[in-house]
């Protein structure tokens, strides 16, 4: 029996003979960078591959120090290193020590070259972007039936709306027959008349997300009636889809995000809706209660049966106060009418002849001085209690008497 090997021996092994190879252990080898990742770690990891074939690599993060440029696929670069085995995974790879940057990859150019073309004739332009409607309730899905990228959209989707109805075309999604395929899903389900297409596919290599690059399915995303969302590979993977579809999103779970909407917070919008409803009928009312309120008072404010009894109840009121004036005013002329009569008695004749004075009178002429009077003539003399008539003997003036 020939002897048995472990699976670390035979890789152990092979591994020697790739160190004891002189030509492996400081070789430049020329090719385009694709599937190029940064990890966390400070490495670098990417595939250097020419159009027959293509090598693993990686740059540790010791050597990165030298290296003058960001890494990206498409580069065309030489990469100086060694080749040998990583034995856990049993496969050979190079450890990049140096790399210069030899300028553009085919697939990299191609890349620009159709970019700027449909930039040019405008497919990129922001005035043909449809709105991603709201509230999608039919999601067509345009990827591969076996992938990563339709069980995350199903997972998304049902925990966020087990509501939405998701249509899939099961698509290729690379390799021969994948541009075709993909078109197909497109006008397919545009047919359809859904509410939002996801178009797209996991993470990989420029190789493997090639066929989102090519002409025939962009102008089949710009053509689409129907909204259509770019899902293509990681955040950092950018394709001609992308530009060309209504919507980016950075992976098929984002776009999934983007295409169905919140049950819950649905909910929850509308319990705030019919809350600020419920508030503003409310307060609506409250006010036009108020204002019909204030029109009733103020109608009952101008009612004429009102304001003919306010008038009579001013007129009573008025006619108290003016009689309380006349009676006042009456009473005042009474009080200034007696002081003036008693005053008025204080100088009347008939006062003064009850003091002892007379009135002396001829005809009705009353006599004040000696000489009105004749002798022999008649005079009348009133005193208080009577009147006398006499005959004049004698006339005479005062200052005789004084002498």
């Known amino acids: 029996m020939s002897n048995v090997y472990t699976v670390s021996q035979i890789n152990s092994y092979i591994r020697h003979l790739f160190e004891e190879d002189f030509a492996l252990r400081a070789i430049s080898i020329k090719g385009e960078v694709s599937n190029c990742k940064y990890h966390s770690s400070g490495h670098i990891y990417f595939t250097l591959k020419d159009k027959d074939a293509g090598i693993s690599a990686v740059m540790f993060a010791g050597n990165r120090k030298g290296l003058k440029f960001k890494l990206r696929d498409g580069q065309q670069v030489v990469a100086v290193g060694t080749v040998n ?4 995974d049993g496969k050979y790879q190079l450890y990049v020590k140096e790399i210069t940057d030899e300028g553009e990859g085919d697939l990299f150019r191609r890349f620009e070259e159709l970019k700027s073309e449909l930039l040019e004739m405008g497919m990129f332009d922001a005035e043909y972007k449809k709105k991603i409607p709201e509230y999608a309730l039919k999601v067509g899905i345009v990827t591969s039936p076996t992938g990563a990228a339709i069980r995350d959209i199903m997972n998304i989707s049902s925990r966020r709306n087990p509501c939405v109805q998701l249509y899939l075309y099961p698509a290729l999604v690379q390799g021969e027959g994948a541009v075709s395929s993909i078109v197909s899903g497109i006008h397919r389900l545009d047919a359809m008349k859904l509410d939002v297409l996801i178009v797209g596919r996991g993470g990989g290599s420029i190789e493997d997300l090639w066929a989102f690059n090519e002409e025939a399915v962009a102008r089949a995303i710009f053509g689409c009636n129907t909204p259509v969302i770019s ?12 530009y060309v579809a209504d919507m980016r999103a950075p992976t098929p779970s984002a776009a999934a995000e983007l295409a169905v909407f919140d ?71 009474k009080h200034r009418l007696a002081l003036a009569a008693e005053r008025l008695n204080g100088m009347s004749p008939l006062k003064k002849l009850e003091s002892g004075f007379a009135y002396v009178s001829s005809g009705g002429k009353n006599i004040k001085s000696i000489e009105q009077a004749a002798q022999g003539e008649t005079l009348d003399i009133t005193v208080c209690d009577g009147q006398i008539r006499a005959e004049v003997l004698e006339i005479s003036d005062g200052r005789e008497n004084d002498n």
């Open 85 to 88: 085995v990583y034995e856990r």
């Open 231 to 242: 899902a293509v590979g990681h955040e950092t993977d950018v394709t001609i889809s992308d």
């Open 263 to 333: 049950y819950e917070k649905f909910l929850e919008k509308l319990r705030n809706i019919k809350y600020t409803l419920q508030k503003n009928v409310r307060n609506h009312w409250i006010y036009k209660r108020s204002l019909l309120e204030n029109l009733t008072l103020k109608l009952e404010k101008m009612n004429p049966q009102k304001v003919l009894f306010d008038k009579r109840q001013q007129l009573d009121t008025d006619t108290d106060r003016l009689k309380m004036l006349i009676e006042r005013k009456l009473m005042f002329e």
